[in-house]
């Protein structure tokens, strides 16, 4: 793959970067609020100008980016990732900082990313997942950012993710923050949120 | 204002700012914990705000609004250099009135105008271990956070009550975040204390010489440690302001001569000033500060 293939990243470095900072800022001090993010992107399919957009605002040369079995093989945008932010792509999800996903129901199991220390519980992996809808509807959380309650899910998802979700939570401080991303929007779910256990 | 041009937007390098907003983005997903930062040296000292420029510097947007206050004041030296600072590297419009800025810096207050959901208000921290003063060890105070060990807290405002029959500490007041993490709230009179709970707006806050930053996201469960028989008390005043007669707010003491003259005038100036202006309009050029 030669240099002139990869695909441009953003037209404006600098206030680009802060518009999509803000908005995943946004997202995760308001958990479950689905909110537009117009980036302005063409990244190399299957990855979303949104979750394109959120890793190269926040990955660099200090940061590592695990990418899933819809990725892997995948040298675009492991290219266009790499030329664009410098991170390093690491062979693991148990450790990585950022982890992109593109097949949800395949992933693997919150559990098993980074979740912290009890001391230092920042030292865990944000997971940037790309669906395919997001709706203001299904499960029900509650928490910091959320004035009283919010209902919010996602599509694909494993199926056995509300159980997951609740343990995620059990392990607060420790555990790992969602990042949510359609062709369009984003929404977070971080470890903080509450989700009300139905029958 | 051209000295925007030789200068990175909002001074920091685009590299810092990303690993301040990684840090950040930690911070309100695990409200009131002291996530680490690589803090960087900043063109003025220590105890001027360094950790609180960072912040504003990395959340900073060319269609922000920026107000900056210091103890409640729009116009003294440590507010009016913060507001020139992101005029000149940022470019950003600055205002004094609390209702028109998105992004609020401040040094040791809260507004009393009531903060709304989508502004942001960056605290300036000098010590964010509320612990530090009662074990001095980092690897300690490390495990009591992750053991939620705070005992400690508990017996200090216990010997508070055991010498001067009340709860003597009157700012910095310790408090409990969404049930679990001790947090320093810096030091804001305790009379602020109750509007950092279920507050709308987002609140940072940056310790620049103790590298560290923590956050509270809206809606956040916040509440001042105390005992049932010694419940937490805001400060209350006897009195109004002595210029805008408002009543309930926080009251600074002025001394207005060398005879023991004084008066109790509003600590928050933007609060006054529009209190004693209405309607706003009709009397453009109070409020403006100088460039």
Known sequence: ???????????????????????????????GRIARLDATLVPPPPLHSTAAAILLALADFETTVWLDDGLSDDS??????????????????????????????????????????????????????????????????????????????????????????????????????????????????????????RA | MSDAAVYNFAYLDEQTKRMIRRALLKAVAIPGYQVP??????????GWGTGGVQVTAAVLGADDTLKVIDQGADDTTNAVSIRKFFERTAGVATTTHTSDATVIQTRHRIPETPLREGQIL?????????????????????????????GLMHVKLYEDIARHGHIATTYAYPVKVDGRYLMDPSPTPKFDNPKMDMCPALQLFGAGREKRIYALPPYTRVVSLDFEDHPFEPTKFDRGCALCGAEGIYLDEVVTDDCGGRMFVCSDTDFCESRRTPPRAAAPGLNEVPR
């Not at chain 1, 997971?127 to 499960?139: D, F, H, P, R, S």
Request: glycine share 4%.
């Open chain 2, 37 to 46: 930062f690589a803090s960087r040296e900043m063109p003025m000292p220590y």
């Open chain 2, 122 to 150: 960056v605290y300036q921290v000098p010590i964010p271990e509320p612990l530090r003063f009662l074990e001095p060890r980092e690897t300690e105070t490390r495990r009591q956070h992750a053991l939620e060990d705070y």
């Open chain 1, 76 to 197: 675009e945008v492991a290219e266009f990732l790499r030329f664009h932010t410098g991170a390093r792509l690491a062979s693991s999800w148990r450790e990585a900082d950022f982890a992109l996903v593109t097949v949800p129901e395949r992933m693997p199991a919150l559990a098993t990313f980074a979740q912290g220390t009890p001391e230092y519980p920042d030292r865990s992996t944000t997971i940037v997942i790309q669906v395919e809808a997001m709706t203001n509807a299904g499960w029900e959380f509650f928490g910091p950012g959320i004035p009283d309650r919010v209902q919010f899910s996602a599509a694909p998802l494993p199926l056995d993710f509300q159980r997951q979700l609740a343990e995620n939570r059990a392990r607060f401080p420790r555990g790992v923050d969602l990042i949510f991303a359609t062709a369009a929007d984003i929404a977070a779910l971080p470890r903080s949120a509450r989700i009300v256990e």
């Open chain 1, 1 to 31: 793959m030669s240099i002139s293939a990869v695909a441009p990243g953003f037209t404006d470095s600098v206030h680009d970067a802060q518009r999509v900072f803000r908005a995943v800022l946004g997202a995760l001090a308001r958990p």
